[in-house]
Nanobody
Framework: HVQLVESGGGSVQAGGSLRLSCTVS????????MAWFRQAPGKEREGVAS????????NYANSVRGRFTVSIDKDKDMMFLQMRILQPEDTGTYFC?????????????????????WGQGTQVTVSS
């Protein structure tokens, strides 16, 4: 049973940076893909960035492309989200998610239903 634990959230001013981490309790290779999602109060959870574990191919939401970078450390079984030029609209709870290897390639790697393993989330607050 894989568990995911996020860390690195906090409060920053607009224009600042944060780096989120997601620690995987088992080998990161047990996942086909992993992703970061976020959820603002009163809004649906939305995909931010995804990465395929073996190929490291990435996908980004239009709203964060060019500002956020997703990466993994295969030796440490961790996924990261480097966030730059943060804006108030980036505020929310950020979740990491994993799709098991045997479920294969996701149809849309930024959709919630593609993932069935979730962390508890870490809060990011960006003030103007």
């Amino acid at each position: 049973h894989v568990q995911l634990v996020e860390s690195g959230g906090g409060s920053v001013q607009a224009g600042g940076s944060l780096r989120l981490s997601c620690t995987v309790s088992r080998s990161i290779y047990s996942s086909h893909s992993m992703a970061w999602f976020r959820q603002a109060p009163g809004k649906e959870r939305e995909g931010v960035a995804s990465i395929a574990i073996r190929t490291t191919a990435t996908n980004y939401a239009n709203s964060v492309r060019g500002r956020f970078t997703v990466s993994i450390d295969k030796d440490k079984d961790m996924m990261f989200l480097q966030m730059r030029i943060l804006q108030p609209e980036d505020t929310g709870t950020y979740f990491c998610a994993a799709r098991p290897w045997d479920e294969g390639v996701p149809n849309d790697p930024l959709r919630v239903p593609e993932y069935n393993i979730w962390g508890q989330g870490t809060q990011v607050t960006v003030s103007s």
